[in-house]
């Protein structure tokens, strides 16, 4: 039962990383350790198998929607890489449950800017300068490697609101960065790569199918719209986390 519960979880992963270029990580590290019981760095390892390799599948499919931003999202990698890396080791020392913690805090702060945020620019002329991709980037790597995340959830209002990018084009553009984050972050956790392959092979069908749901949901919805469900999704998920967590840790 507990399997069929985390596909079916999974599966809603996919959707959510497709429609909303973010949220991956966010679902998919809980519904491993508390569907499916496994342990925080363990499934931090499988998450960042499953979300990168949906996030592929997802960016590929954005481009053919010309939705995708290649030089500000590799340059938002070529930035994030290197402190991607370092956070995966500093995060060796943390507590799973205080790991998650901080997850879900960061989860509600992004959350909230993209609901404050009004109305975007219409196209990437007039770049601005390059240190906030610096800033961003470096800062999103970090904690995507300390967390053992994509980062989407971080990668979008980044995006957005430093970058002024339209909503839709940062939405390719975040699971293009996604990819690249959990192909380091991976190589910050290798020593946890013994993860079971008959697992990884029941959860990545069905979450790279509704991937590819989630991004035709996409193209249907305004940006206004994509904005405000991801803020709505992000604190919701923000405040449960904390909250779960937080209870936990007071009773031992």
Known sequence: MHLWLGVFLIAVMGLVLGLLGGGGSILTV????????????SAIVLSLILVGGTALVGALLHQR?????????????????????????????????????????????????????????KDLAGEP?????????????????????????????????????????????????????????????????????????????????ATCVGVRLAQKLSAHQLREIFGAFVIVLGVLMVAYNTAVLYQR
Do not use: D
């Open 30 to 41: 809980p519904i491993l350790v508390y569907v499916l019981g496994m342990e925080a760095h």
């Open 65 to 121: 929607h010309s939705q995708l931003a290649w030089k500000q999202g590799l340059l938002f990698v070529a930035f994030g890489a290197p402190l991607n890396f370092l956070g995966a080791q500093f995060s060796l020392r943390a507590s799973g449950g205080l790991l998650l913690i901080f997850f879900g805090v960061l989860m509600g702060i992004c959350g909230a800017a993209m609901l404050i945020k009004r109305g975007e620019r």
């Open 129 to 209: 300068s390059i240190w906030p991709m610096v800033a961003s980037g470096a800062a999103v790597g970090f904690l995507a490697g300390f967390l053992g995340i994509g980062g989407g959830f971080m990668i979008v209002p980044s995006l957005v609101l430093f970058l002024g990018m339209p909503m839709k084009t940062a939405t390719g553009t975040s699971l293009l960065v996604i990819t690249a984050n959990s192909a380091v972050a991976l190589l910050g956790h290798r020593h946890g790569l013994n993860v079971g392959g008959t697992l990884l092979l029941e959860l990545a069908a069905p979450a790279l199918l």
